[in-house]
């Protein structure tokens, strides 16, 4: 088979299967009202004109791009204050900071495992998790979903070697909740590590919108913390915090942070902007728990398939792709936009819409999607899943 062969049947066998994947170019101005129920800017902070301000700022001062990686030099005033900045809101000795979350879990799995390593994984973990682990070349086992009976039965008969149970901190589909402390002590009864990917918590959870690990999980319970910075703080890159032993071995060690430019630096003045909005602005993540808990309870009397998520994640299964695809369709000729998720996103059969609430949200949106969302319930022939 020639090349050209070889992807025209790939892709055609992706249309076939009904998975094919698209893109929609969008064009928002800065500043302008939602109707976007798909995206992770969680507290409306991406299109906040103050941190386009910063970010030209920090490109006017210290250059659009960084120039170099971190090691050689391109580890820039704002690229320190902000690691600084981001060890303080975790409540962890120090911070590291990655060019995005992708890298951030790939270089960690990296540096920390080796072939005589055993990981133990959530078997909802996101990819970037499930990648690492393969790049790392470590022996991964998955558990049951949010199990920790099976995670403590599959530690229980591990043999000798380092260990490192990882863990979504919020699932990105189900938008559901690890249970940190649970966590913890299992592995702290099998002298193992914990490392949590936080990436949808930070900003959100957490009194000081610190996640769902921040400063009541020391570093001593949880070693290792992952977050991002494209969700709730509005604008791109990830962290690694923990001590000086563990933020020393990913400079030495994990390839994904040392081989890559440091991000630009506006972007990092944009996110210390955010971050100081985060502790101004607490009605930001007030005003996002308040829309979920009233989507929440309209959404249960009209009868809409909801998961059990406390997070700005609200999924609606739907099951079939089909179904999927021509609510999402709707929606999105209503001037909605909500996340269509498919296998092999998620299980077979348990296709669904991805409805992400935002603090910049209007509560008049959220009732008009919820309208919308009544009417196709009610119009759909067959029965919900
Ligand atoms: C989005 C996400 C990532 C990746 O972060 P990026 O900065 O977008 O690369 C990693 N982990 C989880 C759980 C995520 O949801």
Redesign the pocket.
Known sequence: MTWRQRLSARLASQREAGLWRTRLTMTPAPGSRVRDFAS?DYLGLARDPRLAEAQAEGGRRFGAGAGASHLVSGHLLPHQLLEERLAELTGRPRALLFS????A?FGTLQALCDRQTHLFQDRLN?A??LDGARLAGARSRRYHHGDLADLERLLSRAEAGPRLVVS?GVF?MDGDVADIDGLASTCARHDAWLMI?D??GLGVLGEHGDGCVGRRFPAERVPVL?G????ALGT???FVAGDDLLIDTLIQFARPYIYTTAQPPGVAMATLRALDLLETEPERRRRLHEHLDHFRARAKALGLPLLPSPTPIQPLLLGDSARVMRWSLALREAGFMVGAIRPPTVPQGQGRLRITLSGGHRRADIDELLERLAELLAADPEPLP
């Open positions: 992770n995005t979350g992708y890298m879990n996101h970037s998790l979504d990105s990917d990436a949808h992952v991002t910075l494209g969700k791109a890159g990830a």
